[in-house]
Structure formats: C-alpha cells, structure tokens
C-alpha cells in the first residue's frame, strides 16, 4: 500500500543509530507516522524540523503497519520562527496539540487547512489571533466546537461577552448577571473579527485551554504540553 500527500511535520524522535520516525499530519490521510531512513543526515535534518510543509510519499505492507516515509521539502516554516521564542512556541505548540488531539489514520481536512493558514500566519504581526483561532478550529472539528454565535440564555447575538463553561455557549452580559464570575470571559475578536490587544489574546488562550483540557487532555489522561505553556509564559511577559 502507498500514498503521496501534502503534509505538516508534527513531530520526529531518533529510530536507531540513522533513521527517525515521523509524525506527519497530512491532507487527505490524517495523522500518519513513518520510518524516515537517514533521518540523521544532513539533508534530512533540515526537513525534519516540526512545523514545516512536506511532500510525503509512504509505503508500507498494511495500511497499521508504521511503514516508509520519503520526505521533500515545501515551506521550511520551521526556519522562520527560530529566532523568535514566542512564535517559535506557538508553532512547537500547534504541532503537540494536534499529534495529541487528532486520531491516526483518520481525515481531518480542516484541521490540516487551519494548521497550514497558522504556519503561514506566523510571519505576520496578526499571529497570536491567528493562533488562537487555530485551537478553536482544533476544537471544533474534533466535535467539541464552541456555539459562539448567541447567548445560550436570551439568545441575542449582541453584547456577548463570557462562555459557559459547562455547555461552551456564549452568555450576553447582560444575561450572565451575577453568574459572571463563574463564566470563561469571551475576547471580542472572537465573535466581531479582527485582532485582539494583549489581553483578548490571553483570554482566549485561556477560553481554548480550559475546553482542551476537558475534551483533549482529560481523555489522554496527559498535560498541557510545555510549548503551550511556554506560548501563554511569553505572551503574558
């Protein structure tokens, strides 16, 4: 069994003394992993950076078996960022979150589009909204998507402002009343478009952290990955 796909780096960890094996989130195949031989060379060393664009070609007996993987370069993303520690976290972070959220061998298309628009937001100063756009995105096409488009009470669309944290249905604040300091605050920018300032950024962040932790990390019994903690310590700084 074979395919050719475009694909995002995830992750790579040293197999033997000269291969590695690759965690690629692809286009059309979801969540793959191959045997990349030569891994350790210098001409695949630069490939096998997380974050960056690939064409994968793999090969292998059975579609379960881990079998080959040939690798060429598209976008080296993974360059660009190094010498930028929060860009570089938020790229290390995206790349954890999905290996951990995503099921293998499963098509996950959007996912795969939000990734790449992420990457390619990397070079511009809108990222960290981009960003966290991309975690509800993740969210969202794994089935636990936030209702963001009116108030779970009154069912206005206006001056909406916190999240339930039960249902993950927005709250005007006129409706949450008292119950406000129970509620998960809703950045602007997240439901009018745009950018948001420092603050908003943190709150989403914050927004997108409580329901991964809920739905992601609570089902794999795993942490927030260090990146992503790295990605909040440097926006917050």
């Known amino acids: 069994m074979e395919w050719d796909d475009e694909a995002v780096v995830l992750s790579v960890r040293r197999h033997g003394e000269n291969a590695g094996i690759a965690g690629l989130l ?21 490939v ?14 059975l579609a379960e078996q881990l079998g080959t993987l040939r690798l060429e370069l598209v976008h080296a993303h993974a360059g660009g960022v190094l010498d930028d520690p929060a860009r570089l976290a ?10 951990l959220a995503l ?8 996912s795969y589009a939000a990734l790449t628009a992420l990457l390619h937001a990397l070079a511009a100063d809108s990222w960290p909204s981009v960003y ?11 089935g636990f998507g936030l209702d963001l488009t009116a ?37 602007r920018f997240l439901v009018e478009g745009g950018e948001g300032d420092a603050a908003a950024i943190l709150d989403g962040l914050a927004l997108a952290g409580y329901f991964l932790d809920r739905h992601v990390l609570a089902a794999h019994h ?3 990955p260090a990146a992503r903690l790295r990605l909040v310590d440097r926006l917050r700084n």
């Open 222 to 224: 795993a942490a927030m």
């Open 48 to 61: 096998l950076q997380p974050g960056n664009q690939v064409r994968a070609a793999w090969r292998g007996r």
């Open 151 to 187: 108030c779970a009470v009154t069912g206005e669309t206006a001056d909406l402002g916190f999240v339930s944290p039960r249902t993950g249905r927005a709250v005007s604040r006129v409706a949450a009343g008292p119950w406000k300091e129970r509620l998960l605050p809703l950045p």
């Open 90 to 99: 938020a790229l290390s972070s995206a790349c954890a979150l999905a290996e």
């Open 132 to 142: 966290v756009h991309w975690e509800l995105a993740l969210l969202r096409d794994i």
């Open 26 to 46: 692809t286009r059309g195949h979801g969540r793959h992993a191959g045997l990349v031989h030569g891994a350790s060379s210098k001409a695949n060393r630069g």
């Open 103 to 110: 099921p293998e061998h499963q098509s996950h298309p959007a």
